[in-house]
């Protein structure tokens, strides 16, 4: 084939779809008057977008993403006037929100008698290290119609990994990957629309 | 007034953090946005997941479109950054634009697509193409998108956008004549 035939070619799909320019067309139309072989070609094209255009490829969210979209909005902009450090309620389901915010306290009484010089009593309690990891982690809480394939993407998105989990309450503990920052993981729980409640311990 | 023109008033408005503006952009485009991410995850689940960060991107980001393109070449662009982004981590795509070069030129393959028969062949055979070519495809046939705004929206060259839609369809000539060779 020669050069002059291949570019004829790669314009040929835009000759399809009516977008080139006028004197590329004039250039196609010439080619194509001569070469029986590159009219083939852009009726092949023609039939080609005409299948692409009827080809349906599943249903989109539509109004059920755009609710999603204000509910992460509003998240958004109410995450300036939360205390840092405190526990960050991001959607309903009181009971999991009031979980994740027990379990951030037992872990924060448990932190203040480890760390007193004063005292010899230690506590077990279900706060300590979670799965031999014993760094500050993120108790989340999903929405119980959140599919593995949105948690499992939305980890990889936030940087985070589970260290413990789920409780019997569904409450999941989640620490940094190596180089990911833990506010940053915070904050990208705490906008996602499958994510109720989110706290740092 | 144009479907770009109506696009730009509402990013001016969304700028302006105007929810209701967000709404009116997001019925404009979500259907196409999420088909054009779908042609290039095959997962409705993922695909609405990163609809909803191009939409949020857009509305923490509007006032940042200097409009010397296209709303939907913009918007486009972000949905093709975001769906890369996720490529990239879960590692699931080779990104290069190499393909054999045997070339298919069955008369009956090009016979079956113009006639407009036999579109589960060719939608099995779309379904075949990779990820890169079927965005090409999509974008040119779908969006009816020149080759200078694909390039824009995909930041890699037009000439890039056109041999991959050339050789998407030679692979897609080469799949329905290997389709039709089973069936006869």
């Known amino acids: ?201 | 007034m144009s479907e770009d023109s109506d696009a730009r008033a509402l990013i001016a408005a969304i700028a302006t953090k105007d929810q209701a503006a967000l709404a009116g952009l997001y019925r404009l485009f979500e259907k196409r946005v999420f088909r054009f991410i779908t042609s290039r995850l095959n997962d409705p689940f993922e695909a609405g997941d990163i609809l909803h960060e191009v939409f949020l991107e857009v509305w923490r980001s509007a006032g940042k479109f200097e409009g010397r393109s296209t709303v939907r070449t913009w918007l486009f662009g972000i949905a093709y950054r975001k769906t890369m982004d996720r490529f990239r981590k879960m590692a699931r795509v080779t990104l290069t634009d190499e393909t054999p070069e045997q070339e298919d030129t069955s008369a009956s393959a090009l016979d079956l697509v113009a006639s407009g028969q036999e579109a589960e062949h060719i939608r099995h055979c779309m379904d075949e193409l990779s990820a890169e070519h079927r965005f090409a495809v999509e974008m040119a046939f779908f969006e009816d998108m020149p080759y200078r705004e694909i390039a824009e929206a995909a930041e890699i060259p037009e000439g890039t956008v056109k041999t991959r839609i050339y050789h998407a369809k030679n692979l897609l000539k080469r799949c329905l004549s290997g389709r039709l060779g089973m069936r006869a």
């Open chain 1, 1 to 201: 084939m020669t050069d002059d035939k291949k570019r004829i070619e790669e314009l040929l799909p835009f000759a399809a779809n009516g977008t080139l320019e006028a004197e590329e067309m004039a250039e196609v139309e010439a080619a194509i008057a001569d070469d029986a072989d590159l009219a083939a070609e852009l009726a092949f094209l023609k039939g080609l977008r005409d299948d692409v255009k009827a080809r349906e490829l599943g249903t989109s969210p539509g109004e059920l993403g755009l609710a999603r979209l204000k509910r992460a909005i509003a998240a958004e902009e109410a995450a300036p006037a939360a205390t840092s450090g405190t526990a960050t309620v991001v959607r309903t389901n009181w009971w999991k929100a009031a979980a994740v915010a027990a379990c951030a306290l037992f872990a924060i009484q448990t932190a203040v008698v480890f760390t007193s010089p004063d005292t010899v009593v230690t506590l077990a309690g279900g706060g300590g290290p979670s799965g031999g990891y014993d760094g500050p982690v993120l108790t989340t809480a999903f929405s119980e119609t959140a599919t593995e394939a949105q948690i499992r993407t939305l980890l990889l998105e936030a940087g985070v990994t589970i260290v413990d989990g789920p409780s019997a309450l569904g409450l999941y503990r989640l620490a940094p990957v190596e180089g990911a920052d833990l506010a940053a993981a915070e904050a990208a729980l705490s906008g996602a629309g499958i994510v109720e409640s989110v706290s740092q311990e």
